[in-house]
């Protein structure tokens, strides 16, 4: 047995272990320490400030200055969503001095007060710039809305609705954003060289203070910017529509004519591509005797004379109507998630030689999106990310007698069949799942894409007649009124 002389070397040892592994938990300390100092202001920077500095602010003929602007946002929202750096991280955008206090200031250095302008407060209803991150480039978008009141001697009168879209494609786009806001600041206000100021002044008059939360009263039976445009009054006239105006009022350009092509779906996501399947993409191309596929360029949407449709991503949607405005569903934006996941995997398999990934890629699937009526922006639908909400939809598909094609149509939505259809009978579908999109398939129509996707109107009742002719138009939606009507008549049929 070894005496306490002959333990002395490994005393020494352990206490030279012991100062070894403190030393190194000191380093690893020290280590983390400066890794949560660096990624700090990695958190911090997850803010984007947008800067007019430098900015031009030109509006021709103008006749008005402002007094200034007042945010009348709902809930003072940041302004919009950037993507910068590496791996394209996200940002929110906001004003350093705060959104009215930084817009009043550029708008009247920009355009100071003469005599003889009208003196008007703008206050935002709307007011967001954002990026979408294709494969090889980026698409910066801007669109704002705004109430417009003239200052009085006795308070502030509604004028009109102002409202703009702009955007733009390059390979980093953050810093056209700033450029975007002037631009639409100058479009927003020579909106105001044909307004109706003895109108304005018959108006009840306001406060600054109730600017906020006031909701002008509907002009002419219309909305925010006067009359209801022509395109929510009158059925839709075949043509094409190269400009959002065109759109609202209802003017497409008929001197081309044009059929309905149908297109090969091509996506990059798998999942994409099974819940597209069974849906119809068209496109229109000219019908000028030759056989050349020429398609048209510089569009915005067009008409086949009863189904609308928008031009979003380099193809057309058909539009459904929501009350006073327009939903579609298209495809969602590169997941940005998933390319984020798919780099650090390929970075993993660089060092480790495998790469491990079960992160599914959304990229391009459905998703319902908005047709914004005063600015024209084509943005995903607000209600999307509230499922839980008490609204309900109904749906209306039926089959008149006499009808074509099979004796029995079988109805499925989002894959779950729920009904079958004989000539003359007709279901009713609800839908509670506010703001998502429908699946909406029919088996047995002697066509290869039986299913179509939408947002149904919560407004008012959805009426789809089904022709089963076995061409493009296999179904119809049908205004309320008409619906209601067929749907009467089968009833007494039945009787």
């Known amino acids: 047995m070894p005496g306490i002389g002959d333990w002395e070397p490994y005393f020494g040892k352990a206490l030279n272990f012991r100062l070894m592994m403190s030393t190194r938990f000191l380093l690893l300390a020290l280590l983390l320490a400066a890794l949560l100092l660096a990624a700090a202001p990695a958190a911090r920077a997850q803010t984007y400030y947008l800067d007019l500095t430098g900015q031009l602010l030109s509006v021709p003929n103008r006749t008005v200055t402002v007094e200034q602007v007042v945010d009348g946002r709902e809930g003072h929202a940041a302004t919009g969503v950037v993507y910068r750096g590496l791996g394209n991280k996200s940002a929110a955008v906001l004003f350093r001095q705060g959104l009215a206090p930084e817009l009043t200031a550029f708008v009247q250095a920009q355009l100071p007060a003469r005599p003889t302008d009208h003196s008007v407060v703008l206050c935002l209803r709307q007011l967001r710039v954002s990026e979408t991150i294709t494969r090889m480039t980026e698409q910066a978008s801007a669109d704002l809305a705004a109430d417009v009141y003239e200052h009085l001697t006795d308070g502030y009168h509604f004028v009109q609705s102002v409202g703009g879209h702009t955007n733009a494609r390059a390979l980093e786009t953050t810093y056209l954003h700033a450029e975007h806001v ?13 307004a109706d100021w003895t109108a304005a002044a018959a108006r009840k008059p306001l406060s600054l203070a109730a600017l906020a939360s006031d909701v002008p009263a509907s002009l002419a039976g219309g909305g925010r910017r006067g009359p209801v445009p022509p395109i929510l009054r009158q059925a839709p006239r075949r043509g094409m529509y190269y400009r959002f105006e065109q759109f609202l009022a209802n003017r497409p350009d008929t001197s081309l004519a044009f ?6 779906l091509r996506l990059g996501s798998e999942l994409a591509m099974q819940k597209w399947a069974g849906v ?35 193809r057309f949607f058909p539009l459904v109507r929501q009350g006073s405005f327009f939903t579609f569903v298209g495809e969602a934006p590169l997941d940005q998630e998933y390319v984020l996941a798919r780099a650090e995997a390929q970075a993993r398999a660089g060092v480790m030689g495998v790469a491990l990934m079960n992160k599914p890629d959304h990229t391009a699937e459905p998703m319902p999106y908005a047709l914004d009526m ?23 598909v ?44 029919f088996d047995g129509l002697p066509v290869t894409t039986p299913c179509q996707y939408l947002v149904p109107d919560k407004a ?3 009426y789809l007649k089904i022709n089963a002719s076995g061409s493009a138009s296999s179904w119809q939606w049908m205004p309320p009124a008409q619906g209601s009507a067929d749907l009467d008549e089968l009833d007494k049929q039945r009787q």
């Open 259 to 264: 059929r309905l092509d149908t297109i090969r």
């Open 460 to 462: 008012q009742l959805n």
């Open 280 to 314: 119809a993409r068209v496109r229109p191309l000219p019908t000028d005797g030759s056989s050349h596929r020429k398609e048209f360029t510089g569009l915005w949407g067009f008409s086949d004379g009863q189904q609308l449709f928008v031009l979003h991503g380099k």
């Open 374 to 396: 005063r600015t024209g922006e084509l943005a995903a639908y607000p209600g999307s990310r509230s499922s839980a909400r008490p609204d309900t939809a109904f749906i209306y």
């Open 398 to 441: 039926y089959r008149p007698v006499p009808a074509t094609g099979p004796a029995l149509v079988k109805v499925r939505v989002n894959g779950r069949e729920v009904g079958s259809l004989r000539p003359g009978q007709y279901l009713e579908l609800p839908w509670f799942r506010h703001a998502q999109p429908l699946q909406l398939c």
């Open 182 to 194: 002037a631009l639409l600041l100058g479009q927003c206000m020579e909106q105001l060289n044909r």
